[in-house]
């Protein structure tokens, strides 16, 4: 009877344990953003430079910043999980500004039909997805 209740209680303290250790995962998946839960931006609403910008990607360029097309690496996990190389940043130039300012716009998919579009203009602070 003794072995009985020491397996069982083996069994639970394992459910248990293992229960706790899983439980933070779930949620840290459910905290991930997905392109439902992101807020939108239309196209129009965008700034003229943001508009210019997505212009431009839609037509595979040319571009006016040497990084425009580089490798987003999504570190801050603020777009939806993708496998890496699949987002690509590109500049949304700010006036008066001396560098490439914080505005950016980030598409994932293929280069000039990408699947998604975010604009951030917080240097990837927060993002919005661009609808039509």
Known sequence: MARIAAA???ALTSFLLAAAMTAPLAQARADRPTESNLAAIRVAEL????RETYELI?????FPFGKDGAVFGN???????????YYREYTVATPDSRDRGARRIVCGGP?????????TADHYGSFRKIVE
């Open 8 to 10: 069982v209680k083996f």
């Open 47 to 50: 700034p003229t430079q943001g």
């Open 58 to 62: 839609r037509q595979g360029g040319p």
């Open 75 to 85: 570190r801050e996990r603020s777009l939806p999980a993708e496998k890496r190389g």
């Open 111 to 119: 280069v000039r039909a990408p699947h998604a579009c975010f604009y």
